[in-house]
């Protein structure tokens, strides 16, 4: 099955700073991978996602990046507002798989004022 | 638009009793459904899927179970609930088994 290990799973970062968060799968036939925010006593949100036909995806602070010839992919987050605080989960979804997606073990951003 | 609603937004309950949580779609037909649960500071752990009424496949053997008696409506029971039931029980929909998207969660704690 499909293996997704995220890093770090703590960040600090200073309020606008950009702020990186790493993932790694293990199944070459992994073809979409999604990006949650999870705040406090919340649901995870998606906030961008990026198929494997695509290096590269942004969404104004927000950006997502792909190599699948490494089997990794990043969350790139600029300009950090204390709003970005958060735990931040990434996933990888099995082509032909009804199942699920793996989740990674998620990261604990802090913006610091 | 697509709405999930999770109810009830938190629950306190005794070990060994009985556990009844519900999930509802609005706004879409046919949708993969799941029931996730994470542990306080965790990961999301899968529990249970469905891609149709009446069709639910376990990931984590436990005293879990899940129904789904129509095509927009989850629901997750125990019998006899454990202390190591508590937790942030999470439902999700997807169309295309990639997107996945999730409810506001219950809170249950078990004493």
């Known amino acids: 099955g499909e293996n997704v290990e995220q890093h770090p799973s703590t960040l600090s970062v200073q309020e606008g ?17 999604p990006w949650y925010k999870q705040e406090l006593g919340k649901g995870p949100q998606l906030i961008i996602d990026i ?25 790139h987050i600029t300009e950090t507002q204390p709003e970005d605080s958060a735990v931040y989960f990434c996933a990888a979804h099995l082509s032909g798989s009804a199942r699920q997606l793996t989740f990674g073990s998620g990261t604990q951003l802090t913006v610091l004022p | 638009s697509q709405t999930i609603h999770q109810w009830p937004a938190t629950l306190v309950q005794p ?20 029931w ?47 202390l190591s039931d508590s937790g ?18 219950t809170r249950l704690t078990v004493l």
């Not at chain 2, 070990?15 to 949708?31: F, K, R």
């Not at chain 2, 965790?42 to 009446?54: A, C, E, T």
């Not at chain 2, 942030?88 to 969660?105: E, H, I, K, N």
Request: glycine residues 8%; aromatic residues 12%; positive net charge.
């Open chain 1, 17 to 33: 700073d950009s702020a990186v968060i790493k993932c790694t799968y293990s199944d070459s036939a992994s073809n979409y991978f």
């Open chain 1, 51 to 75: 198929r494997s036909n695509v290096g590269e995806k942004k969404d104004q602070r927000i950006a997502v990046t792909l190599n699948k010839t490494a089997k990794h992919f990043s969350l």
């Open chain 2, 15 to 34: 070990v060994g009793s009985p556990l009844s949580l519900e999930c509802t779609v609005e706004g879409t037909s046919n949708p993969n459904l799941y």
């Open chain 2, 36 to 82: 996730y649960r994470q542990a306080a500071g965790r990961g999301l752990q899968l529990l249970f899927y469905s891609v149709g009424i009446g069709q639910i496949s376990s990931e984590v053997p436990q005293n879990l179970s899940a129904s789904r008696p129509q095509d927009r409506q989850f629901i997750l029971s125990s019998k006899k609930l454990l």
């Open chain 2, 88 to 105: 942030f029980y999470l439902c999700a929909w997807s169309l295309r088994a990639d997107t996945q998207y999730f409810g506001p969660g």
